[in-house]
């Protein structure tokens, strides 16, 4: 099993900063692709941000220029810096790993619990 600690949400103030923090622990052998999605009340799950295990990065365009997705393989953990937040960036946030266990298992796909951000107008 792969466990995912997501941490560092909160409330702040439009255009004010969050970072958040995610690390993978357990059964992997390596990490494909990182990333986090989002979840705000009564709407679908959305890709937020993504890296590879080569610093490939994928943003969403309603935050480019504004977040900066980050990752340390050595920790098989990554990075959300948010910037210039708007309240319609308020929403769950979800860390999401795709990894591999062994060299016979395909990829697999594993999700954290989520951690609210809030921004306030």
């Known amino acids: 099993q792969v466990q995912l600690v997501e941490s560092g949400g909160g409330l702040v103030q439009a255009g004010g900063s969050l970072r958040l923090s995610c690390a993978a622990s357990?059964?992997?052998?390596?990490?494909?692709?990182m990333g986090w999605y989002r979840q705000a009340p009564g709407m679908q799950r959305e890709l937020v941000a993504t890296?590879?295990?080569?610093?490939?990065?994928n943003y969403a365009d309603s935050v480019k220029g504004r977040f900066t997705i980050s990752r340390d393989n050595a920790k098989n953990t990554v990075y959300l810096q948010m910037n210039s937040l708007k309240p319609e960036d308020t929403a769950v946030y979800y860390c999401a790993t795709r990894y591999y266990r062994d060299l016979k298992s395909g990829a697999l796909d594993a999700w954290g619990q989520g951690t609210l951000v809030t921004v306030s107008s």
């Open positions: 357990g059964s992997i052998l390596s990490i494909y692709r």
């Open positions: 890296v590879t295990s080569a610093s490939s990065t």
